[in-house]
């Protein structure tokens, strides 16, 4: 149980152009969904975090209107990187909160940006 | 708002030998501190977890520690074994909600030498 997969695995686009990064919950209701942003041999860092039904919560230094997040679903969020640069290259990956007494965080598999 | 401090950032062990990793936190509100093991190229998997109203707790070769008081936590492998070789994060979670972030360690890279 607890499966968390992330579509697409690696996407490579032309600079200018926007990407949109689906996560989803395959076995439980996501009440909680988190977007992070993780560089080359480092730890992850929290980019926002996304109730179902409400407006995400963007961290410090994450600019709310190039990183879209839309959790219309107990079961899918979407993360757009907009107007996508060669600094947005990365690789991103959602995790997913049933809340509650199931509010261990799980992890989708990633997904790795280049942006050309 | 939460630190958490990781060491060591590289581990090498013999297999069959154990592995320590070691974290502080700040928050003595923290609650929850779960532990993700990261293999090149994949998302973290959550590997053990542990809450604030026990002080430890055993997964077969894995288990994790935690003193309150002095605000750190530990895991531990035993019998280690080549595919225990990944990068290991420790996380603790902000005190007062289900909800709250999860603030990672810097992490440690496991190499296991067969």
């Known amino acids: 149980g607890a499966v968390v997969s992330q579509h697409p695995s690696r996407v490579i686009c032309k600079s200018g152009t926007s990407v949109k990064i689906e996560c989803r919950s395959l076995?439980?209701?996501?009440?909680?969904m988190f977007w992070y942003r993780q560089f080359p041999k480092k730890s992850l860092m929290l980019m926002a975090t996304?109730?179902?039904?409400?407006?995400?919560?963007?961290e410090q230094g994450v600019e709310k209107d190039k990183f879209l997040i839309n959790h219309a679903s107990l079961t899918l969020s979407t993360l757009t990187v907009t107007s996508a640069h060669p600094e947005d290259s990365s690789f991103y990956i959602c995790s997913a909160s049933g809340g509650g007494v199931t509010d261990t965080q799980y992890f989708g598999p990633g997904t790795r940006l280049t942006v050309l | 708002g939460e630190n958490v401090e990781q060491h060591p950032s590289t581990l090498s062990v013999q297999e069959g030998d154990s592995a320590v990793i070691k974290c502080t936190y700040s928050?003595?509100?923290?609650?929850?501190f779960p532990w993700y093991k990261q293999e090149l190229g994949k998302g973290p998997q959550l590997i053990i977890d542990i809450r604030s109203n026990v002080g430890e707790k055993k997964d077969q070769r894995i288990a994790v520690t935690l003193n309150k008081t002095a605000k750190h936590f530990s895991l531990h492998i035993t019998e280690t074994q080549p595919e225990d070789s990944a990068v290991y994060f420790c996380?603790?979670?902000?005190?007062?909600?289900?909800?709250?972030?999860?603030?990672f360690g810097q992490g440690t890279i496991l190499t296991v030498h067969p």
């Open positions: 996380a603790a979670r902000e005190g007062g909600t289900s909800y709250g972030k999860l603030t």
């Open positions: 928050d003595s509100a923290s609650n929850y």
């Open positions: 076995d439980f209701q996501a009440t909680t």
């Open positions: 996304s109730n179902e039904g409400s407006k995400a919560t963007y």
